[in-house]
């Protein structure tokens, strides 16, 4: 179960949801650009449209505009201002075969019954105290052969966010990340940098990388 401070980082997200697509965050754009793209690749590499389960979802501006690519997208977020959101973007989409769950795999809710092709985590690791618990409950809702994807900052010196308050990780380490997966039984099909975010820091521009893991579950 993750601290107090968590709910208070809910309700955060929940305020900010509805002024989150039009803020203007230079940064944001370019960044949900380079997972939409990263994300694309994952989907791509499946013969016939997966299911995606796109975890810690916000308003869908990553996932959202890969859904004819998709057989169906599961938004799941903590947050109901981010889901009502996730839920207005798709319906302004015109699109079917997309549905919102509350859930935080951080605690100890039960797990949903079905299970997807792909479980897709962009930006939220950074906010889940205990990862490899966190992996264990993620890889129930993939089904066998299933695929991970896993995008976040690498680790940074607590500057990335103006404000850490939720914040239970100043960025990942990718490589461990990618042995406590293959721990599990899983194989790393890629780890790679996908993107820089530039973000002004006393002065000057500061880089914060961001990588892509793709983890497939052994069958
Ligand atoms: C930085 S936003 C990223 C949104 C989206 N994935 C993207 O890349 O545009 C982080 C999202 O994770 C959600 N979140 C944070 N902690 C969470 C948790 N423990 N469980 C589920 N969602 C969480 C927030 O509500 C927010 O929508």
Not at 16 to 32: E, I, M, S, T, Y
Request: negative net charge; charged residues 20%.
């Amino acid at each position: 179960m993750q601290p107090d401070s968590f709910k208070a980082d809910r309700e955060r997200f929940d305020r900010d949801a509805a002024l989150w697509d039009g803020c203007p965050n230079p940064h944001r754009a370019a960044l949900a650009s380079a997972c939409r793209e990263a994300l694309a690749g994952v989907i791509e590499g499946f013969a016939t449209s997966p299911s995606l389960f796109d975890y810690g979802c916000g308003t869908g501006a990553v996932s959202l505009p890969l859904a004819q690519m998709c057989a169906s997208i599961t938004g799941c977020d903590f947050s109901e201002g981010m889901l009502a959101q996730f839920a207005k973007n798709a319906a302004s989409l015109g699109l079917d075969r997309v549905r919102t769950l509350q859930l935080d795999l951080s605690g100890e809710a039960p797990i949903p019954p079905e299970r997807y092709d792909i479980a897709h985590c962009g930006m939220v690791m950074h906010h889940i105290v205990d990862i490899p618990a966190f992996f264990c409950r993620i890889s129930e809702v993939l089904r066998h052969g299933g695929t991970l994807s896993l995008i976040d900052a690498e680790p940074e010196d607590g500057s990335f966010h103006d404000d850490n308050s939720g914040v239970a990780h100043y960025g990942l380490n990718p490589d461990q990340l990618c042995q406590q997966l293959e721990g599990m039984g899983y194989d790393i099909i890629h780890s790679r940098r996908i993107h820089t975010v530039e973000k002004p820091r006393a002065g000057q521009m500061k880089p914060y990388p961001i990588f892509h893991i793709v983890a497939r579950m052994q069958d």
